[in-house]
């Protein structure tokens, strides 16, 4: 494969001067070492990367900040027990790069905003806590004290405490989670939506609905026993990277692997280790054994034809069937009346390459079912989840060894945010055990997700944001509808680390509150204070920093919900939040009081790797759901209907990337170099349109309000058109910058989770860009 890639600024390029190379990695492996050592060296330093680097994930280090999948168990751990984007997350945070007050000078907002997301994050660790004030240009310090007094004045002048929205970004630890949500209904209101309501909100309720708890049923240990893995809608080497070890483990014992994605992904083609001999010298590790180029969208068929394939050939669990489960009878008959030309429009496959998967899951002792967001994002994903869960019932693969659904989430601790009541939806037992806890009276009336706080700032129904990490205003959909609601509040409130898009998007007056990050020593309440976190698979363990901070003026995540709490709540308030900010234990004994699974918490986190929370389907087949059972569902086969020249569009992130954090212009797996702004499409789909490879196109997509009937329009300006082999008829991109094709009001029934997914656009040519804001630095076209 080669590539034409450019590494001056655009508004320099021009087509004369796209230079030809050639070649691509084609797997993991030492070369992603080489890459994040570069990284790490470049920001940090020789010593700073040593000490950093060797603490991640192990037993008496910290928490990588990047994905949430789990650590091997504490003894079976690698010196080096990080991958390359897991490197490159700690050396964003590590960085010896700093955004001073004598930067926010230089720099005003309105400048600010024409950077983009990769130069605005390249500029470094944020020092001091900056204020915009109402009619200023610029960021201008402020003290500790003015910040939390500007935020208690603005909050207890509102009519309503649901006039203001507090969000929580996936890298929250459970003591800062816990600490928030329960100042937040201190202040009374349940508007706390989280990041999982825009990527895995679909699993949450497709689950809970099947097997009556919205987490993966299995372990790591499950997954190296398993005798088949079917991974669906997931990118796992760039994605989850850790992932492909453990994959590597199971092949070697054994397992066989289906990959169920549109792109045939290069990780999960072959997997060379760079901490075995074989994955250093020796041809890497062939990982799937069959590839479904499934189209977009098409899971759900895809999975009701195994299923109806399972059922057809009897390839049944009858005892666990008739002993566990509930709804089989009607979901047989529903897939009885299976409309097979439907299935191949929906999926893209023939019956000969569905049949071949069903065979593999049919002569399967025990087989794990994981999926990403390739499946949460699109209207009919809580239904997808469910098909995923009936596969897994009819083979009785829930609650036994090697077996089980494993849903993989993205950021380090979303799962544990959820578990510590950072949820808008939070049941009356958890709001109980809270009130007995602690004093205070919750409030019972359901908040706001992410979708309905952007609609309600929108309409001038809530006036305050306030976000526990994260960059919200980049990862939310619909950025033109976004941005405008940001700015007609009346304060923005963001702790981070970093600055990003969200600190230059801002209400009428916009505070940057500095963090402390995973990596760096906590000597809140002059001692050293250690969090804990939660991962895909409901392991809990702690996490400490060993380094220095970025600059005495950061404060812990803690330390400043305890303060704000303070200045919002005041002295006599029933929590002692002065007591909580000087000692993580005591939020700690809280959780073990309120929270299910955690008695005794502070004390099972001592342990060496922590300990794992009750899963009752793994743990013991029992289902807390209504009939005390598995739950089958039926649900309509939907084939979303795409109109004729136009395309089927999914977003993803490129190599080097992390959620809205991009770490640089290059996509190694995909061959793509120098830019982001590229939209791949299958050749003969570029020669349908009357493209050619190579050309500069806008992205418009196309949508119908279902309730109303309403059709709008979006655009993305200046892609370049990629020929990339997937089925007829997609096409991918990265996000953040097709985010504005994503329509607020696009969500997935049941869980309201954006379609970032199914986005229908069309391709309208244009001329080369001479500029253009918020571009890269470069452009690529693979041919």
Not at 51 to 76: E, I
Not at 718 to 730: L, N
């Amino acid at each position: 494969m080669a590539f034409w890639h450019r590494d001056a600024p655009v508004d320099d390029m021009d087509e004369d001067d796209l230079r030809v190379s050639g070649g691509m990695s084609s797997a993991a492996g030492p070369v992603a070492v080489g890459v994040a050592m570069k990284r790490g060296l470049e920001q940090m330093g020789v010593r700073r990367t040593a000490s950093t680097l060797l603490r991640l994930n192990q037993v008496d280090g910290f928490d990588c900040q990047g994905c949430a999948w789990p650590d091997p168990a504490a003894g079976h751990r690698h010196t080096a027990e990080f991958c390359e984007n897991g490197a490159k997350a700690v050396t964003e945070e590590a960085t010896l790069r700093r955004v001073t007050p004598e930067f926010f000078a230089e720099h005003p907002v309105a400048e600010l905003t024409q950077r983009t997301d990769y130069w605005l994050g390249q500029q470094g660790r944020i020092t001091h806590p900056m204020v915009l004030r109402e009619g200023a240009t610029h960021y201008e310090p402020i003290t500790w004290d003015d910040a939390f007094a500007l935020v208690a004045d603005t909050l207890t002048g509102l009519d309503s405490p649901d006039e203001a929205i507090f969000y929580t970004s996936g890298r929250v630890s459970n003591e800062a989670a816990f600490s928030y949500q329960l100042m937040v209904r201190s202040l009374g209101t349940n508007n706390l939506p989280d990041c999982s309501n825009m990527c895995h909100e679909s699993t949450s309720v497709g689950l809970a609905r099947a097997i009556g708890i919205g987490k993966g049923s299995v372990s790591l240990e499950d997954v190296h026993r398993a005798d088949l893995i079917v991974v669906t809608g997931q990118n796992p080497g760039t994605n989850h990277p850790r992932m492909l070890t453990a994959l590597e483990e199971a092949k070697r014992n054994g397992a066989r692997i289906i990959a169920i994605n549109p792109l045939k992904e290069t990780g999960l083609v072959k997997f060379r280790n760079p901490q075995t001999p074989r994955g250093v010298v020796g041809p890497g590790t062939e990982l799937a054994d069959l590839h479904l180029p499934v189209r977009v969208n098409g899971d759900l068929a895809l999975f009701q034809a195994l299923g109806a394939l399972l059922i057809e050939w009897d390839a049944l669990d009858h005892d666990f069937l008739a002993r566990h489960t509930d709804g089989f009878e009607a979901y047989r008959d529903h897939l009885g009346e299976l409309d097979w030309e439907a299935v191949g429009r929906a999926t893209g496959l023939d019956r000969e390459q569905i049949t071949a998967a069903a065979r593999m899951i049919a002569s399967s002792s025990a087989t794990v079912y994981c999926w990403a967001m390739g499946v949460t994002q699109h209207r009919n994903a809580v239904a997808t989840v469910r098909e995923i869960a009936n596969v897994a019932f009819l083979r009785g693969d829930i609650g036994k060894p090697g077996a089980g659904l494993c849903p993989v989430r993205g950021h380090s601790n979303v799962q544990g945010d959820r578990t510590m009541g950072i949820w808008e939806q939070m049941p009356d037992s958890f709001l109980d055990a809270l009130d007995a806890a602690t004093g205070i009276t919750s409030p019972r009336e359901h908040g706001l997700d992410t979708v309905s706080a952007i609609q309600a700032l929108a309409d001038g129904r809530a006036k305050v944001f306030l976000g526990m990490g994260g960059n919200f205003v980049s990862a939310a959909p619909d950025t033109a509808v976004t941005e405008e609601a940001f700015r007609g509040a009346e304060l923005t409130v963001h702790v981070s680390t970093k600055l990003n898009r969200s600190h230059v998007v801002h209400g009428r007056q916009a505070l940057i509150l500095p963090t402390l990050g995973r990596s760096e020593r906590d000597l809140t309440g002059g001692t050293k204070q250690r969090v804990t976190v939660e991962d895909s698979m409901s392991a809990v363990h702690a996490s400490h920093g060993p380094l220095e901070p970025a600059s005495p003026h950061l404060r812990s995540e803690v330390d400043i919900i305890c303060s704000l709490a303070l200045a919002c709540l005041g002295e006599d308030h029933s929590v002692d939040w002065r007591r909580l900010r000087a000692d993580y234990t005591e939020i700690r004994r809280l959780i073990a009081a309120v929270v299910p699974g955690c008695a005794a918490y502070a004390e099972k986190v001592d342990a060496p790797g922590g300990f794992v929370l009750p899963h009752p389907p793994r743990d013991t087949r029992t289902f807390p759901t209504a009939s005390g059972k598995a739950s089958f569902a039926a649900s309509p086969l939907d084939v979303l209907h795409v109109p004729e020249g136009r395309l089927l569009l999914q977003t993803l992130r490129s190599h080097d990337q992390f959620n809205t954090t991009i770490y640089g212009l290059d996509d190694r797996y995909r061959g793509i170099k120098g830019g982001r702004r590229v939209v791949l499409v299958h050749p003969d789909d570029v020669a349908d349109l009357g493209l050619t490879i190579g050309d500069w196109v806008d992205l418009v997509s196309e949508w119908t309000d279902t309730s109303t009937g309403e059709r709008s329009e979006r655009r993305a300006p200046s892609f370049r058109v990629v020929a990339y082999d997937q089925p007829r008829g997609c096409a991918a991109a990265y996000y953040p910058e097709t985010n504005p094709l994503i329509p607020l009001g696009s969500t997935a029934l049941e869980s309201n989770c954006p379609t970032s997914k199914s986005v229908i656009v069309r391709l309208e040519p244009t001329d080369a860009p001479s500029g253009l804001v918020g571009s890269d630095a470069g452009w690529v076209v693979t041919a």
